[in-house]
């Protein structure tokens, strides 16, 4: 069973109730935050996580673009996160550990991501301490990117490992995911698709969530 989550950082941000209502068949919100010094854009931060909580019953999948993530962690998820997703690359083994834990602590899941350049080793120290691995398919940074094909070798890498050692684990892709490059993250053992623009820009909104399902 796939599961789409679309990113709005494709919405239209003057509208964002109406828009995460657009999306209401999805499994996932998906919420790119980003602080510029990460990643070379700034989108949205913790008050906007909380005032779109009440909006939706769909669980809030945040994507911390940020450096130091493991300090914000436990705000991001009193501010209504289920999901909450750290770059490795962003901080210490040692505190992503302890944000692992204090996001478990809050009852909720964690999640850690790799940029397009970083190994698949890099996952290791975390693969049996979280609910969910996101492979970055574009540099982080910016919507409407074409899709990496040469990320889903690290895929299924991770698939595998994730078969070994955390079967319920979740594999998420992010970047690029439309209706051309779906079908391969599905191939490679993906199970969560991150969709901005190409869920956003579809004239019927819930055909293509259900298309990008397979
Ligand atoms: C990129 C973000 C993505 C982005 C995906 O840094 O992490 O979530 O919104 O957008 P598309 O699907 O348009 O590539
Ligand atoms: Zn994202």
């Known amino acids: 069973m796939i599961k789409i989550s679309p990113s709005i950082l494709s919405a239209d941000f003057a509208n964002l109730e109406r828009d995460i209502r657009k999306i209401s068949t999805a499994d996932y919100v998906h919420v790119d935050v ?3 010094v990460f990643v070379p854009n700034i989108s949205i931060g913790l008050p906007v996580v909380k005032a779109i909580r009440p909006v939706t019953q769909q669980p809030l999948d945040v994507h911390l673009m940020i450096v130091e993530p493991g300090r914000y962690a436990g705000r991001f998820c009193d501010a209504g996160a289920d999901i909450v997703t750290m770059h490795v690359e962003a901080d210490t083994e040692e505190n992503l550990l302890s944000a692992i834990e204090v996001i478990h602590a809050k009852g909720k899941r964690a999640g850690v ?4 350049a970083t190994p698949v080793s890099a996952v290791l120290p975390y693969l049996e301490r979280v609910e ?3 492979v970055m398919t574009v540099e982080p940074g910016f919507g ?5 094909e040469d990320q889903l070798e690290k895929v299924r890498a991770i698939r595998a490992l994730i078969e070994e050692r955390n079967p319920d684990c979740e594999l998420e892709v992010d970047g690029g995911v439309a209706p051309d490059t779906y079908r391969a993250c599905i191939d490679a053992g993906a199970n969560v698709l991150v969709a901005g623009s190409s869920v956003y820009g579809a004239e019927d909104i819930p055909a293509r969530i259900q298309l990008l399902r397979g």
């Open 34 to 36: 980003m602080d510029g």
């Open 113 to 116: 991501v790799l940029k397009p």
């Open 132 to 134: 969910l691995i996101l």
């Open 144 to 148: 409407g990117q074409s899709f990496m």
